[in-house]
């Protein structure tokens, strides 16, 4: 549960991170409503006792979150003007 909250601690500051510099701010949001639906059915699911309908919303919800990540991640690293090995030649033929 602990790291639960440490990946929803820093859900919110990558966010606020996000917001202020303008970056994907919309991944970034998404990705902050994710985790926190995510923190909230992780509590759920201790306070009900794993009833099986929310463990797997909670899995299906995590898989989710993990490709929004993902995607967030590729959108903020920088990119390269072609990929490694690849020439201008070998793009025509």
Do not use: D, N
Not at 23 to 36: E, K, P, S, Y
Not at 60 to 66: G, H, P, Y
């Amino acid at each position: 549960r602990m790291f639960g909250y440490a990946v929803l601690a820093l859900a919110v500051v990558h966010a606020v991170l996000c917001l202020r510099s303008g970056v994907a701010q919309g991944f970034a949001l998404a990705l902050l409503v994710l985790v926190v639906a995510q923190a909230v059915t992780g509590v759920l699911l201790v306070v009900w006792q794993v009833p099986p309908v929310l463990a797997g919303t909670h899995q299906v919800m995590a898989a989710i979150t993990l490709w929004v990540a993902t995607v967030h991640a590729t959108r903020l690293s920088p990119r390269t003007a072609e990929a490694p090995g690849r020439t201008e030649a070998s793009a025509v033929a």
